[in-house]
């Protein structure tokens, strides 16, 4: 049969660890393939590859469980941005008035994950914006 090959496996304490950082350990817990495809794949098809699951905090098993923004709602001239949160986490909170400005405006940095969820409110000068949430 075929050997594989693995373009950035590493041994270190026990653990194999493939491209991205990704553990051996942790594609174990969820049953997935000991291989670089693996970690580039989205097994659960929510919209992140198996290695962002792994940053992220969430299970690539179940496309309920991913970083994504549940709700915005304006209060005054400000916007209460909920997202689905890992306790364990930290998130920064990016807002611009326009996708095309050429950079993302920091609102918060070291928001605690809270599960399920949680909630920041963004201070707006604008009637329209994009919110963008970072696992750190």
Request: with cysteine; net charge negative.
């Amino acid at each position: 049969g075929d050997v594989p090959v693995f373009s950035s496996l590493r041994w270190e304490s026990g653990v194999w660890t493939f491209i991205n950082g990704v553990t051996s350990t942790w594609l174990e817990s969820y049953g997935l393939g000991l291989n670089d495809l693996t970690v580039l794949t989205d097994t659960d098809i929510d919209g992140l590859f198996n290695w962002e699951e792994e940053f992220a905090g969430t299970n690539p098993t179940n496309s309920a469980s991913v970083l994504r923004v549940n709700e915005v709602s304006a209060v005054g001239g400000d916007r209460i941005v909920n997202w689905q949160a890992v306790a364990g986490k930290n998130y920064t909170v990016w807002f611009k008035t326009n996708l095309t400005d050429a950079a993302w405006v920091e609102q918060a940095t070291g928001v605690p994950g809270v599960e399920p969820s949680c909630t920041h409110t963004v201070a707006v000068d604008s009637a329209t914006g994009f919110v963008r949430i970072e696992v750190e």
